[in-house]
C-alpha cells in the first residue's frame, strides 16, 4: 500500500517554488509515500509576466489541475500572498473545481498550506484563513503544522511560517527562503506525509473491518 500527495504552489520568482522543494525533500523521508510537485496555472500573460521579470517556469513541473487534486489523497497548497489574501491564480483554481464539489470527490483528503510574504506582517496567516471555506465546502480535512519544528517557536530571527505552514519573508534583495525557513519547510513535508500515511492505512482498515462485519 502507498498514498500520494501533492505538493500544488504558485510561484512568480521562485520563492514558493523553492519553499515546495524542500517540503518534497521532507515528504521523501517517509517510506510509502509518494509526493509530487505540480503547478497551479499561470493567468497573467506572458508580456506582463516579462515586464515583471518574472524567471520562466520550472519545465519540468506538470501543471495541476482538478483531476490531480481528485485523485491523489492530499495536497499541500503553496501560496504566494497578494496583499494578505491568495493570488488571483489560487482562487482561479479553486474556482474550477466545481465538479468535483457537485460529485463530492475531494472529501475526507487532507489539505495543508504554506506561505511567501514580501514582509515580516505580509499576511501569511490571513492567507491561511482564506482557504479554510475552500476545504469546508469540498470535505477536505485541514492539517496545520503546528509547533512542528522548534524555530516556529523562537524569537531568535525574523522567518517565515509558523503553526499554519511554513513560510518565507522573501523581501526584495534574492536570498530567501533562508536555510531555516527551507529547514522548517522540510519538516513539514515530513508530518503531513506522515499524516497523509496514517489516514491511508487507516481508512483502509476501516474498509477491511466493515466488509467483515457486513458478512
Known sequence: MSATFAIAYYSTYEHVY???????????RVPNVD???????????????????APPKPANVPQFTPDVLTKVDGTLFGIPTRFGMMPAQL????????????????RGKLAGTFFSTN????????????TLPFFAHHGMTYVP??????AVTSTREVIGGGFWGA??????DDVRPSPLELEIAEAQGEQFARAIW?????EQEL???EKARAQ
Do not use: C, N
Request: no cysteine; aromatic share 8%; hydrophobic share 35%.
Open 18 to 28: 523553492k519553499l515546495a522543494q524542500a517540503v518534497k525533500r521532507g515528504a521523501d
Open 35 to 53: 509526493a509530487q510537485l505540480y503547478q497551479i496555472p499561470e493567468t497573467l500573460p506572458q508580456d506582463v509576466l516579462d515586464k515583471m521579470h
Open 91 to 106: 482562487k482561479a483554481f479553486f474556482d474550477s473545481t466545481g465538479g468535483q464539489w457537485a460529485q463530492g470527490a475531494l
Open 119 to 130: 514582509t515580516q506582517h505580509g499576511g501569511q496567516e490571513s492567507t491561511a484563513y482564506v
Open 145 to 150: 503544522f503546528g509547533s512542528g519544528h522548534p
Open 167 to 172: 513560510g518565507t519573508v522573501a523581501g526584495g
Open 198 to 202: 496514517a489516514h491511508k492505512r487507516g
Open 207 to 209: 474498509a477491511l473491518l
